[in-house]
């Protein structure tokens, strides 16, 4: 049942920070934190992160420095995938609260100076949801099944599917319904016949159907619900997928999840989406105090994501680009310049991220040949990635140098991407690594996650944590966490950082070197440390240069920012 709660609210300035009035564009150059409600913190002791769990911890997140918190899905769901399969997106699931805590969390959120964005899952619901039992209940063309993508299938009796769509998680990307009146079946076939719905990811999220009027009048009373709560903006899931190509035609070759990103799809990053994204501009335009929305879409190129930011569209899009870019200097400055001109073009800012819950944590990526490699160039990476302009997004723990868990034992594991593939070795291309949650303080497991020492927590966490926690490297000048709080306070602090102008200048092979106003930050990607002019006074380093005279000799792997 959908529970009933409806408020507003409006964040108020942090302490110790200046007001910034509502109409200024905060998003452009916003720091936003990534919270994985199901990791960040337990209230409850069940082992499972909750919407007071976060709210208790909010108080990290401003000191931290981050402008605003984003939560992944907590909405009433069978949790087949984490959450992203939505049975009511009015309601609060038993596993992270109810409705008052999410108004309690937006409240607090709003007095500590922080706004709150939650995600919305427009491509697709739960197999639970009410409108999916009425499709299965009604007749092949039916009304209900207009929500959804139906269809007859292939070949003697309609045994194959419709198409030759894959399913991002795996295997096909149709399951088929055991008897024409819509009774569920799983991977059963009936010789009589049966249609075929579409998932293009797991089978217990059947994909909408948006050519269906009633899905859009749907969606926008959904995001009603929560402006009216009080939330500041969207993030949403699957952007670039709510429209399929007209009669679903087929791609003609496997492992299609390896194009995504790389080509237009039949169904992604089709250019009907732009439509429907549109008038979801409208509607954030009509509440008070610059409400956004922010697209997870993947595009081939940089100038078809800019398509999703034009000026009466979204406000921003994830830049999965610079994620994937590998640790060298001159694919990053191509990165960099294609993005800003893509964006520059439609007058958006630039997205910059280098982690989320869906990809193998950066501190793990850049370990070419060790953890301690890994976490030198994760450090020096988020100091570019500050530098930069735009807005910044932060995953949970990133500030912490997490690594990814790679040694989590199959009777764990939770990604259904593991259990649609059946692959039952290794950890690469699964997601639940980047989801171990995160430590608190002291010794042992659960690291104040929950509220027992020795308690659960859903997935385990390393023995390695216990250094790795906010108690143990708060105050350490060296630590991780201290780093990134230096680093956002400046950020606050200078100028020329933030939204605004940036130019590279000459450096060494190997080096990049981009000055902002008032600012200069150098990259070392090399191996070797590197000799440069002192180019004036140094404000941080992920890693500390030595200088002599006129010269500084910048460790590898390293960043450093000074003042000019």
Same mark, same amino acid.
Request: with cysteine.
């Given at each position: 049942m959908t529970q009933e709660l409806t408020t507003t609210s409006a964040p108020s300035p942090r302490p110790g920070t200046a007001a910034a009035p509502y109409g200024d564009g905060w998003w452009r150059d916003a720091v936003i934190y990534q919270v994985y409600v199901r990791s960040f913190a337990d209230s409850d002791g069940d082992g499972i992160g909750d919407l007071r769990g976060v709210r208790q911890r909010l108080p990290h997140l401003a000191r931290l420095g981050v402008d605003a918190v984003w939560l992944t899905p907590f909405y009433a769901s069978p949790q087949a995938d984490g959450g992203y399969d939505v049975a009511d997106y009015r309601a609060v699931d038993p596993l992270f609260g109810d409705l008052r805590d999410a108004d309690d969390l937006v409240r607090t959120a709003h007095e500590l100076g922080l706004r709150v964005i939650v995600d919305v899952v427009p491509n697709h619901t739960s197999d639970r949801h009410p409108w999916f039992a009425e499709a299965l209940a009604d007749r092949p063309g039916g009304p209900a099944r207009a929500r959804y993508h139906f269809r007859a299938g292939r070949g003697p009796d309609g045994a194959l599917p419709p198409n030759d769509w894959e399913s991002v998680f795996g295997g096909p990307a149709w399951t088929r319904t055991t008897d024409p009146d819509g009774t569920p079946g799983g991977t059963s076939q009936s010789k009589t016949g049966g249609e075929w719905y579409l998932h293009l990811f797991a089978p217990e999220q059947p994909d909408l159907d948006w050519d269906c009027p009633e899905v859009r009048e749907e969606f926008d009373s959904v995001l009603r619900f929560w402006l009216d709560l009080g939330v500041d903006g969207f993030r949403i899931d699957v952007a670039h997928g709510m429209v399929k190509a007209a009669g679903l035609p087929d791609i003609g070759r496997k492992e299609q999840a390896k194009l995504i990103g790389a080509q237009v799809l039949p169904f992604f990053d089709q250019d009907g989406v732009h439509e429907i994204h549109r008038s979801w501009r409208r509607l954030l335009d009509s509440y008070p105090g610059d409400r956004i929305g922010v697209a997870e879409a993947w595009a081939p190129s940089a100038e078809r994501l800019a398509l999703y930011v034009r000026p009466d569209e979204l406000h921003q899009a994830f830049n999965f680009h610079f994620l994937r870019c590998p640790w060298d200097a001159a694919a990053m400055r191509a990165v960099i310049d294609e993005s800003l001109a893509a964006t520059a073009s439609v007058g958006a800012p630039t997205t910059w991220v280098l982690s989320n819950h869906d990809v193998v944590r950066h501190t793990t990526r850049?370990?070419?040949?060790s953890p301690e490699q890994g976490l030198r160039r994760a450090r020096a990476a988020a100091l570019l990635m500050l530098a930069l302009p735009g807005s910044t997004y932060i995953y949970q723990g990133e500030e912490l140098g997490l690594p990814e868990v790679t040694d989590l034992p199959d009777e764990v594991r939770q990604d259904p991407a593991f259990f649609r593939t059946g692959d039952a070795s290794g950890q690469d291309g699964f997601r639940d690594g980047c989801r171990v949650p995160i430590p608190w303080s002291g010794t042992e497991a659960p690291y104040g996650?929950?509220?027992?020492?020795?308690?659960?927590?859903?997935?385990?966490?390393?023995?390695?944590?216990?250094? %790795?926690?906010?108690?143990?490297? &708060? *105050?350490?000048?060296?630590? &991780? %966490?201290?780093?990134?709080?230096?680093?956002?306070?400046?950020?606050?602090?200078?100028?020329?950082? *933030?939204? *605004?102008?940036?130019?590279?200048?000459?450096?060494?092979?190997?080096?990049?070197?981009?000055?902002?106003? *008032?600012? %200069?930050?150098?990259?070392? &990607?090399?191996?070797?440390?590197?000799?440069?002019?002192?180019p004036g006074r140094l404000l941080l380093s992920s890693a500390e240069p030595a200088t002599e005279g006129d010269t500084v000799r910048l460790p590898a792997d390293s960043c450093a920012w000074w003042a000019m």
């Amino acid at each position: 049942m959908t529970q009933e709660l409806t408020t507003t609210s409006a964040p108020s300035p942090r302490p110790g920070t200046a007001a910034a009035p509502y109409g200024d564009g905060w998003w452009r150059d916003a720091v936003i934190y990534q919270v994985y409600v199901r990791s960040f913190a337990d209230s409850d002791g069940d082992g499972i992160g909750d919407l007071r769990g976060v709210r208790q911890r909010l108080p990290h997140l401003a000191r931290l420095g981050v402008d605003a918190v984003w939560l992944t899905p907590f909405y009433a769901s069978p949790q087949a995938d984490g959450g992203y399969d939505v049975a009511d997106y009015r309601a609060v699931d038993p596993l992270f609260g109810d409705l008052r805590d999410a108004d309690d969390l937006v409240r607090t959120a709003h007095e500590l100076g922080l706004r709150v964005i939650v995600d919305v899952v427009p491509n697709h619901t739960s197999d639970r949801h009410p409108w999916f039992a009425e499709a299965l209940a009604d007749r092949p063309g039916g009304p209900a099944r207009a929500r959804y993508h139906f269809r007859a299938g292939r070949g003697p009796d309609g045994a194959l599917p419709p198409n030759d769509w894959e399913s991002v998680f795996g295997g096909p990307a149709w399951t088929r319904t055991t008897d024409p009146d819509g009774t569920p079946g799983g991977t059963s076939q009936s010789k009589t016949g049966g249609e075929w719905y579409l998932h293009l990811f797991a089978p217990e999220q059947p994909d909408l159907d948006w050519d269906c009027p009633e899905v859009r009048e749907e969606f926008d009373s959904v995001l009603r619900f929560w402006l009216d709560l009080g939330v500041d903006g969207f993030r949403i899931d699957v952007a670039h997928g709510m429209v399929k190509a007209a009669g679903l035609p087929d791609i003609g070759r496997k492992e299609q999840a390896k194009l995504i990103g790389a080509q237009v799809l039949p169904f992604f990053d089709q250019d009907g989406v732009h439509e429907i994204h549109r008038s979801w501009r409208r509607l954030l335009d009509s509440y008070p105090g610059d409400r956004i929305g922010v697209a997870e879409a993947w595009a081939p190129s940089a100038e078809r994501l800019a398509l999703y930011v034009r000026p009466d569209e979204l406000h921003q899009a994830f830049n999965f680009h610079f994620l994937r870019c590998p640790w060298d200097a001159a694919a990053m400055r191509a990165v960099i310049d294609e993005s800003l001109a893509a964006t520059a073009s439609v007058g958006a800012p630039t997205t910059w991220v280098l982690s989320n819950h869906d990809v193998v944590r950066h501190t793990t990526r850049y370990a070419d040949q060790s953890p301690e490699q890994g976490l030198r160039r994760a450090r020096a990476a988020a100091l570019l990635m500050l530098a930069l302009p735009g807005s910044t997004y932060i995953y949970q723990g990133e500030e912490l140098g997490l690594p990814e868990v790679t040694d989590l034992p199959d009777e764990v594991r939770q990604d259904p991407a593991f259990f649609r593939t059946g692959d039952a070795s290794g950890q690469d291309g699964f997601r639940d690594g980047c989801r171990v949650p995160i430590p608190w303080s002291g010794t042992e497991a659960p690291y104040g996650f929950g509220p027992a020492p020795g308690g659960p927590s859903w997935l385990p966490q390393p023995e390695s944590w216990a250094d %790795l926690s906010v108690e143990a490297q &708060t *105050g350490d000048p060296g630590s &991780t %966490l201290e780093l990134y709080r230096a680093a956002l306070a400046l950020r606050r602090e200078v100028p020329g950082l *933030g939204d *605004g102008p940036m130019s590279w200048c000459p450096a060494p092979e190997g080096v990049l070197a981009l000055s902002r106003p *008032g600012f %200069l930050c150098v990259l070392n &990607t090399c191996g070797d440390a590197v000799e440069l002019p002192v180019p004036g006074r140094l404000l941080l380093s992920s890693a500390e240069p030595a200088t002599e005279g006129d010269t500084v000799r910048l460790p590898a792997d390293s960043c450093a920012w000074w003042a000019m």
